[in-house]
DNA sequence: TGATTATATAATTATTTACTTATTAATAAA
DNA sequence: TTTATTAATAAGTAAATAATTATATAATCA
């Protein structure tokens, strides 16, 4: 795959609403499947879904502890997605939230 | 609509590999629809419809010359893609081989 | 004027994509 | 061991997308 296909395959990852939060929740810090589920308001499996792609085009990685799966960026060898989450909006107050409500989820 | 949702929209523009070399070739250089047709190597209807799509995005401008569309790209308010672009192999080699088939296109 | 060139638009098709629902697997707790 | 909890997978569906083919518009030129 050319240079310019591989880049635009990780464009396409983050070229998704639903992608393009979790990036920049994982940004703030790593998080497990039912955080994020919680933060987006949207189904499990959608959720788990989309962590594999992130996985699969080498944005994220896993790791499991427990019942829970912790996702985690890998982004260090791609400069232009550190731009990239520079310009998207601050997402502390949702990971705050998630905070309050302890005994929801992964507490 | 969310900023999120509107870099994601950006991002999903250039998460395509056609899109995203036009991109990159307008980078070098502004051009016409034919010249990019020929570099391109597929239908002139295919690359009339993305360059609509880059368009109403608002990375690109479109300025009729004469029988002739020349695209240029307006993204300087968009600082991330500056740093993609920067990713991008150089299309310079592309650019140069259209110059010397100048009877062919757009001359 | 009529022919040619450049581009856009419309309609269609095939593929991809995001999401839902249902089920499974694995861990932990009662 | 039974019951919850967390997450992944499978199957199905509806919508979006990229590309093709055919046609229309507009400018240039003979």
């Known amino acids: 795959m050319s240079q310019i296909e591989e ?12 992608r393009l939060t979790i990036v920049a929740l994982l940004n703030e810090k790593e998080l497990c499947v039912c955080e994020i ?30 019942q829970w799966v912790y996702y985690s960026l890998t982004v260090q ?6 731009e990239i989450l520079k310009q998207l909006p601050s997402q502390k107050v949702k990971i705050n939230q998630l905070v309050c409500e302890e005994n929801e989820c992964c507490s």
């Open 7 to 18: 880049i635009a395959d990780v464009l396409k990852l983050l070229g998704d609403k639903n």
């Open 77 to 82: 060898d791609k400069p232009y997605i550190a």
């Open 37 to 66: 589920v919680d933060i987006l308001h949207t189904s499990q499996p959608n959720i788990s879904q989309h962590m594999r792609k992130l996985k699969d085009g080498g944005l994220v990685k896993e790791a499991k502890r427990g």
